[in-house]
DNA sequence: GCCATCTCAGTAATTAATTTA
DNA sequence: ATAAATTAATTACTGAGATGG
Protein backbone atom coordinates (compact mmCIF):
# COMPACT_ATOMS: atom_id res chain seq x y z
CA UNK A 1 0.00 0.00 0.00
CA UNK A 2 2.05 2.39 0.93
CA UNK A 3 1.65 6.24 0.17
CA UNK A 4 4.55 6.27 -1.92
CA UNK A 5 3.71 3.10 -4.56
CA UNK A 6 5.33 0.32 -3.41
CA UNK A 7 3.71 -2.68 -2.40
CA UNK A 8 4.92 -4.19 0.42
CA UNK A 9 2.72 -7.01 1.42
CA UNK A 10 -0.78 -7.90 2.47
CA UNK A 11 -1.16 -7.20 5.75
CA UNK A 12 -2.64 -10.39 6.87
CA UNK A 13 0.01 -12.44 7.22
CA UNK A 14 1.95 -11.79 10.30
CA UNK A 15 4.68 -14.06 11.47
CA UNK A 16 5.11 -14.41 14.74
CA UNK A 17 8.87 -14.39 15.79
CA UNK A 18 10.37 -14.14 18.66
CA UNK A 19 13.34 -12.08 19.31
CA UNK A 20 15.32 -10.82 22.21
CA UNK A 21 18.73 -10.51 21.45
CA UNK A 22 20.52 -11.11 24.95
CA UNK A 23 23.99 -9.41 23.75
CA UNK A 24 23.57 -5.64 22.55
CA UNK A 25 25.46 -3.16 23.23
CA UNK A 26 23.46 -0.51 22.19
CA UNK A 27 23.76 -0.84 18.26
CA UNK A 28 20.66 -0.13 16.62
CA UNK A 29 19.92 -3.72 15.33
CA UNK A 30 18.30 -6.48 16.26
CA UNK A 31 17.94 -10.04 15.58
CA UNK A 32 15.36 -11.36 13.24
CA UNK A 33 14.27 -15.16 14.56
CA UNK A 34 13.52 -17.76 11.94
CA UNK A 35 11.08 -16.49 9.59
CA UNK A 36 8.62 -19.14 8.29
CA UNK A 37 6.99 -18.36 4.86
CA UNK A 38 3.37 -18.06 4.86
CA UNK A 39 1.04 -18.06 2.24
CA UNK A 40 -0.44 -15.43 0.53
CA UNK A 41 -4.15 -15.78 1.73
CA UNK A 42 -4.85 -15.17 4.85
CA UNK A 43 -5.00 -17.90 7.41
CA UNK A 44 -7.20 -17.48 9.79
CA UNK A 45 -5.50 -17.74 12.83
CA UNK A 46 -7.80 -19.20 15.80
CA UNK A 47 -6.28 -17.20 18.06
CA UNK A 48 -7.66 -15.55 21.41
CA UNK A 49 -7.21 -11.70 21.34
CA UNK A 50 -7.13 -12.10 24.88
CA UNK A 51 -4.12 -12.20 27.32
CA UNK A 52 -2.35 -9.13 25.66
CA UNK A 53 -3.76 -6.64 27.95
CA UNK A 54 -4.13 -8.12 31.37
CA UNK A 55 -3.17 -6.67 34.17
CA UNK A 56 -4.14 -2.90 33.63
CA UNK A 57 -5.79 -1.78 36.25
CA UNK A 58 -9.09 -1.12 34.23
CA UNK A 59 -9.77 2.76 32.88
CA UNK A 60 -12.70 3.66 31.72
CA UNK A 61 -12.34 6.20 30.07
CA UNK A 62 -9.73 6.76 27.10
CA UNK A 63 -7.88 9.60 26.45
CA UNK A 64 -6.56 9.45 30.00
CA UNK A 65 -3.48 10.89 31.73
CA UNK A 66 -0.55 8.83 29.14
CA UNK A 67 2.76 8.71 31.16
CA UNK A 68 1.58 7.63 33.85
CA UNK A 69 2.09 4.18 33.60
CA UNK A 70 4.68 2.56 31.74
CA UNK A 71 3.79 -0.38 30.06
CA UNK A 72 3.10 1.45 27.12
CA UNK A 73 4.75 -1.40 24.75
CA UNK A 74 3.49 -1.31 21.21
CA UNK A 75 2.06 -4.52 20.26
CA UNK A 76 1.24 -5.88 17.03
CA UNK A 77 -2.65 -6.45 16.98
CA UNK A 78 -3.12 -10.25 16.12
CA UNK A 79 -5.17 -11.21 12.38
CA UNK A 80 -8.48 -11.65 14.20
CA UNK A 81 -8.57 -8.44 16.05
CA UNK A 82 -7.41 -6.60 12.28
CA UNK A 83 -10.13 -8.59 10.81
CA UNK A 84 -12.41 -7.44 12.66
CA UNK A 85 -11.57 -3.85 12.94
CA UNK A 86 -11.43 -3.96 8.87
CA UNK A 87 -14.53 -4.78 8.47
CA UNK A 88 -15.73 -2.19 11.03
CA UNK A 89 -14.11 0.12 9.26
CA UNK A 90 -15.66 -0.94 6.29
CA UNK A 91 -19.16 -0.77 7.64
CA UNK A 92 -18.14 2.86 8.78
CA UNK A 93 -15.17 4.72 8.87
CA UNK A 94 -16.28 6.95 11.34
CA UNK A 95 -16.44 5.31 14.70
CA UNK A 96 -19.21 6.06 17.09
CA UNK A 97 -18.54 6.14 20.96
CA UNK A 98 -20.95 2.84 20.99
CA UNK A 99 -19.34 1.03 18.52
CA UNK A 100 -15.54 2.16 20.16
CA UNK A 101 -16.93 0.41 23.09
CA UNK A 102 -18.13 -2.82 21.35
CA UNK A 103 -15.31 -3.19 19.58
CA UNK A 104 -13.16 -2.58 22.93
CA UNK A 105 -14.94 -5.40 24.73
CA UNK A 106 -14.64 -8.12 22.12
CA UNK A 107 -11.36 -7.55 20.93
CA UNK A 108 -9.54 -7.15 24.29
CA UNK A 109 -8.56 -3.82 23.36
CA UNK A 110 -8.94 -0.69 25.16
CA UNK A 111 -11.36 1.66 23.71
CA UNK A 112 -8.28 4.25 22.99
CA UNK A 113 -6.37 1.57 21.03
CA UNK A 114 -9.62 1.19 18.89
CA UNK A 115 -9.98 4.73 18.47
CA UNK A 116 -6.30 5.35 17.04
CA UNK A 117 -6.60 2.26 15.09
CA UNK A 118 -9.60 4.09 13.18
CA UNK A 119 -7.27 7.17 12.89
CA UNK A 120 -4.81 5.64 11.49
CA UNK A 121 -6.79 3.97 9.20
CA UNK A 122 -8.76 6.69 8.02
CA UNK A 123 -5.37 8.29 7.51
CA UNK A 124 -4.06 5.51 5.22
CA UNK A 125 -7.39 5.72 3.43
CA UNK A 126 -7.38 9.12 2.29
CA UNK A 127 -3.66 8.74 1.53
CA UNK A 128 -4.39 6.02 -0.66
CA UNK A 129 -7.33 8.23 -2.36
CA UNK A 130 -5.20 10.93 -3.05
CA UNK A 131 -2.68 8.57 -4.89
CA UNK A 132 -5.28 7.38 -6.45
CA UNK A 133 -6.18 10.58 -7.93
CA UNK A 134 -2.46 10.90 -9.34
CA UNK A 135 -3.08 7.80 -11.06
CA UNK A 136 -6.31 8.54 -12.69
CA UNK A 137 -4.50 12.00 -13.38
CA UNK A 138 -1.60 10.52 -15.55
CA UNK A 139 -3.50 7.98 -17.08
CA UNK A 140 -6.24 11.01 -18.43
CA UNK A 141 -3.08 12.75 -19.57
CA UNK A 142 -1.67 9.43 -21.04
CA UNK A 143 -4.60 8.68 -23.17
CA UNK A 144 -5.21 11.72 -24.61
CA UNK A 145 -3.25 12.87 -27.79
CA UNK B 1 -17.46 18.85 10.41
CA UNK B 2 -15.99 15.52 9.42
CA UNK B 3 -13.15 14.00 9.20
CA UNK B 4 -12.40 14.91 5.87
CA UNK B 5 -13.91 18.43 5.43
CA UNK B 6 -12.50 19.67 8.39
CA UNK B 7 -11.85 22.92 8.43
CA UNK B 8 -8.81 23.50 10.13
CA UNK B 9 -5.92 25.50 8.70
CA UNK B 10 -2.91 24.35 8.70
CA UNK B 11 -1.29 24.07 12.25
CA UNK B 12 1.31 26.40 12.97
CA UNK B 13 3.42 23.74 13.43
CA UNK B 14 6.59 22.63 11.33
CA UNK B 15 5.39 21.97 8.22
CA UNK B 16 4.45 24.97 6.32
CA UNK B 17 2.26 23.57 3.52
CA UNK B 18 2.90 26.27 0.80
CA UNK B 19 1.26 24.56 -1.97
CA UNK B 20 -2.58 23.59 -1.91
CA UNK B 21 -4.05 20.40 -2.66
CA UNK B 22 -3.30 19.64 -6.71
CA UNK B 23 -6.67 17.53 -6.97
CA UNK B 24 -9.27 18.61 -4.79
CA UNK B 25 -12.63 17.30 -5.21
CA UNK B 26 -14.58 20.09 -5.40
CA UNK B 27 -17.15 19.08 -2.53
CA UNK B 28 -15.09 20.38 0.38
CA UNK B 29 -12.90 23.27 -0.98
CA UNK B 30 -10.78 23.01 1.92
CA UNK B 31 -7.52 23.45 1.01
CA UNK B 32 -5.54 20.96 3.20
CA UNK B 33 -8.00 18.80 2.76
CA UNK B 34 -5.36 16.02 1.67
CA UNK B 35 -2.99 15.22 3.57
CA UNK B 36 -0.38 15.89 0.60
CA UNK B 37 2.43 13.39 1.74
CA UNK B 38 4.99 15.80 1.25
CA UNK B 39 7.84 18.08 2.08
CA UNK B 40 8.35 19.03 5.79
CA UNK B 41 11.18 20.23 6.09
CA UNK B 42 14.09 21.32 3.47
CA UNK B 43 14.41 24.43 4.97
CA UNK B 44 14.14 24.21 8.73
CA UNK B 45 16.45 26.82 9.15
CA UNK B 46 17.43 29.09 12.28
CA UNK B 47 15.55 32.34 10.86
CA UNK B 48 12.45 30.52 9.96
CA UNK B 49 12.56 28.22 13.41
CA UNK B 50 12.66 31.15 15.42
CA UNK B 51 9.40 33.06 15.26
CA UNK B 52 6.96 30.65 13.51
CA UNK B 53 7.24 27.74 15.94
CA UNK B 54 4.60 28.15 18.64
CA UNK B 55 3.48 24.65 18.87
CA UNK B 56 7.18 23.44 19.67
CA UNK B 57 7.72 22.62 23.08
CA UNK B 58 8.91 26.64 24.00
CA UNK B 59 10.91 25.06 26.52
CA UNK B 60 14.53 25.53 25.50
CA UNK B 61 15.81 23.58 27.74
CA UNK B 62 17.95 21.34 24.98
CA UNK B 63 20.38 19.36 26.60
CA UNK B 64 19.67 18.85 30.07
CA UNK B 65 17.01 16.86 31.24
CA UNK B 66 16.95 14.39 29.07
CA UNK B 67 20.28 12.49 29.99
CA UNK B 68 19.91 11.03 33.32
CA UNK B 69 17.06 8.75 33.70
CA UNK B 70 14.20 9.86 32.16
CA UNK B 71 11.24 7.87 31.59
CA UNK B 72 11.78 6.55 28.28
CA UNK B 73 8.65 8.18 27.14
CA UNK B 74 7.87 9.77 23.27
CA UNK B 75 9.00 13.26 23.48
CA UNK B 76 8.97 15.41 20.57
CA UNK B 77 12.55 17.13 19.89
CA UNK B 78 13.71 20.32 20.02
CA UNK B 79 14.05 22.95 17.38
CA UNK B 80 17.48 22.91 18.13
CA UNK B 81 17.56 19.17 18.25
CA UNK B 82 15.75 19.20 14.57
CA UNK B 83 18.27 21.39 13.36
CA UNK B 84 21.16 20.18 13.72
CA UNK B 85 19.47 16.74 13.14
CA UNK B 86 18.54 18.47 9.41
CA UNK B 87 21.59 20.09 8.95
CA UNK B 88 23.55 16.95 9.41
CA UNK B 89 20.95 15.00 7.02
CA UNK B 90 21.65 17.31 4.68
CA UNK B 91 25.25 16.43 4.82
CA UNK B 92 24.89 13.12 4.32
CA UNK B 93 21.77 10.91 4.18
CA UNK B 94 23.35 8.23 5.55
CA UNK B 95 24.65 7.67 9.37
CA UNK B 96 27.88 6.53 10.05
CA UNK B 97 28.35 5.76 13.58
CA UNK B 98 30.63 7.93 14.44
CA UNK B 99 28.53 10.93 13.43
CA UNK B 100 25.35 9.49 15.06
CA UNK B 101 27.94 9.03 18.57
CA UNK B 102 29.13 12.88 17.83
CA UNK B 103 25.20 13.74 17.10
CA UNK B 104 23.58 11.72 20.25
CA UNK B 105 27.00 13.46 22.39
CA UNK B 106 25.85 17.11 20.96
CA UNK B 107 21.97 16.48 21.54
CA UNK B 108 21.63 14.63 24.27
CA UNK B 109 19.99 12.03 22.88
CA UNK B 110 20.50 8.44 22.78
CA UNK B 111 22.55 7.04 19.86
CA UNK B 112 18.65 4.80 19.14
CA UNK B 113 16.83 7.64 18.67
CA UNK B 114 19.53 9.26 16.24
CA UNK B 115 19.30 6.17 13.87
CA UNK B 116 15.66 6.62 14.01
CA UNK B 117 15.59 9.81 13.14
CA UNK B 118 17.77 9.18 9.82
CA UNK B 119 15.40 6.26 9.27
CA UNK B 120 12.39 8.36 9.13
CA UNK B 121 14.19 10.96 7.75
CA UNK B 122 15.03 8.89 4.79
CA UNK B 123 11.47 7.67 4.40
CA UNK B 124 10.23 11.06 3.90
CA UNK B 125 12.63 11.98 1.92
CA UNK B 126 11.69 9.51 -0.33
CA UNK B 127 8.22 10.12 -0.63
CA UNK B 128 8.95 13.56 -1.59
CA UNK B 129 10.49 12.02 -4.35
CA UNK B 130 8.00 10.25 -5.43
CA UNK B 131 5.75 13.20 -4.92
CA UNK B 132 7.97 15.36 -6.98
CA UNK B 133 8.02 12.99 -9.92
CA UNK B 134 4.40 13.06 -10.31
CA UNK B 135 4.51 16.77 -10.12
CA UNK B 136 6.61 17.02 -12.75
CA UNK B 137 5.11 14.33 -14.85
CA UNK B 138 1.66 16.08 -14.50
CA UNK B 139 3.94 19.18 -15.33
CA UNK B 140 5.10 17.69 -18.84
CA UNK B 141 1.71 15.99 -19.74
CA UNK B 142 0.37 20.03 -18.81
CA UNK B 143 2.25 21.52 -21.30
CA UNK B 144 1.84 19.02 -24.06
CA UNK B 145 -1.37 20.01 -24.89
C1' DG C 1 -14.36 32.16 29.40
C1' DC C 2 -13.72 26.72 30.58
C1' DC C 3 -13.59 22.13 29.81
C1' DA C 4 -14.04 17.68 27.95
C1' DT C 5 -13.70 15.38 23.78
C1' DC C 6 -13.71 15.02 19.10
C1' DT C 7 -10.83 15.81 14.68
C1' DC C 8 -6.41 15.43 11.90
C1' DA C 9 -1.35 16.22 10.57
C1' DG C 10 2.87 14.93 11.86
C1' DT C 11 6.11 12.04 13.84
C1' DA C 12 8.62 8.97 17.23
C1' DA C 13 9.36 4.30 18.11
C1' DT C 14 8.47 -0.37 17.36
C1' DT C 15 7.71 -4.63 14.51
C1' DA C 16 7.93 -7.04 9.96
C1' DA C 17 10.04 -7.83 5.65
C1' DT C 18 13.71 -7.19 2.39
C1' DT C 19 18.28 -6.18 1.01
C1' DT C 20 23.07 -6.50 1.51
C1' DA C 21 27.56 -7.93 2.88
C1' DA D 1 22.97 -19.50 4.15
C1' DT D 2 23.43 -16.05 7.88
C1' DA D 3 23.44 -12.05 10.27
C1' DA D 4 23.51 -7.23 10.11
C1' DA D 5 21.65 -3.08 8.18
C1' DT D 6 17.90 -0.72 5.97
C1' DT D 7 13.33 -0.10 4.27
C1' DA D 8 8.33 -0.52 4.81
C1' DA D 9 4.55 -0.66 7.63
C1' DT D 10 2.27 -0.07 11.84
C1' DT D 11 1.11 1.59 16.55
C1' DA D 12 0.93 5.25 19.59
C1' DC D 13 1.44 9.82 20.88
C1' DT D 14 1.73 15.15 20.58
C1' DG D 15 -0.09 19.27 19.80
C1' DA D 16 -3.34 22.15 17.50
C1' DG D 17 -8.06 23.39 15.96
C1' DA D 18 -13.00 22.77 16.27
C1' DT D 19 -17.25 22.09 18.80
C1' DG D 20 -20.89 21.47 22.07
C1' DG D 21 -22.22 22.11 26.73
Redesign the interface.
Known sequence: MD???NTRHTSVSRTESSYGNPFHN?Y?SYYHGGMEVKHDQAILSAETAQGLNSGRPSIERDMIS??SF?E?KKRTLTNNQLELLERSFQEG??LEPDRKMKLSRELGLEPRQIAVWFQNR??RW??R??ER??EA??HD??H??
Open positions: WNGDDRSQKIKRAKAQISYLKFDMS
